[in-house]
């Protein structure tokens, strides 16, 4: 059974930075394209970054060069490094399993809430 | 990028009724790279739909979605209690950002 868990999530102040976790079974992370998208509090969704094949990595305008998505094939794990946060990035962050070779979100995890205040 | 603009924002309706949702984009997409999502409170969001009328594995087949190039549907023929939710159109293929659109919140 596919199974994704975040974590890492919580409060940070702005500038300040957090690193997510996806902790995946049940596959491969290695082998599939992988994003995560976030939500901020009342709002709809917002696809934040991707990382396909060959550790290709997209990146949403709003995060360019503030955050980095990666992953652990040893740990089977995916990674969002957020740097310099802002009030705006507020959400719950969820990680996303691709639809074969696809860009298409099969699979979800629950999410992880990080608030960015002062 | 294309905008996905979905209506009605609300859709109040009641058990056994038919649901149509629309998702309109900005421009035409290509090889109907649209799916459709459901998200209920507190949880992840579900895939339903994609390629514009394939159903996900396990997806009851009250759900349907149809359309082509700016215009798209999802219908649900018999709503049931558990159908209530949020429901998010998203385009995909060619390259990112792949923009989902704002919501239809369908309520009893």
């Known amino acids: 059974e596919v199974q994704l868990v975040e974590s890492g999530g919580g409060l940070v102040q702005p500038g300040g930075s957090l690193r997510l976790s996806c902790a995946a079974s049940g596959f491969t992370v290695s082998s599939n394209y992988m994003t995560w998208v976030r939500q901020a509090p009342g709002k709809g969704l917002e696809w934040v970054s991707v990382i396909y094949n060959g550790d290709l990595t997209v990146y949403a305008a709003s995060v360019e060069g503030r955050f980095i998505i990666s992953r652990d094939n040893s740990k089977n794990a995916l990674y969002l490094q957020m740097d310099s946060l802002r009030v705006e990035d507020t959400a719950v962050y969820y990680c996303?399993?691709?639809?074969?070779?696809?860009?298409?979100?099969?699979?979800w995890g629950q999410g992880t809430l990080v608030t960015v205040s002062s | 990028e294309i905008v996905l603009t979905q209506s009605p924002g609300t859709l109040s309706l009641s058990p056994g009724e038919r649901a149509t949702l629309s998702c309109r984009t900005s421009q035409s997409v290509s090889g109907n790279a649209l799916a459709w999502y459901q998200q209920k409170p507190g949880q992840a969001p579900r895939l339903l739909i994609y390629?514009?009328?394939t159903r996900a594995t396990g997806v009851p087949d009250r759900f349907s979605g149809s359309g082509s190039g700016t215009d798209f549907t999802l219908t649900i023929s018999r709503l049931e209690p558990e159908d209530f939710a949020v429901y998010y159109c998203h385009q995909y293929g060619s390259t990112p950002p792949y923009p989902f659109g704002q919501g239809t919140k369908l309520e009893i």
């Open positions: 390629g514009a009328s």
């Open positions: 996303a399993r691709h639809y074969q070779s696809s860009d298409i979100y099969a699979s």
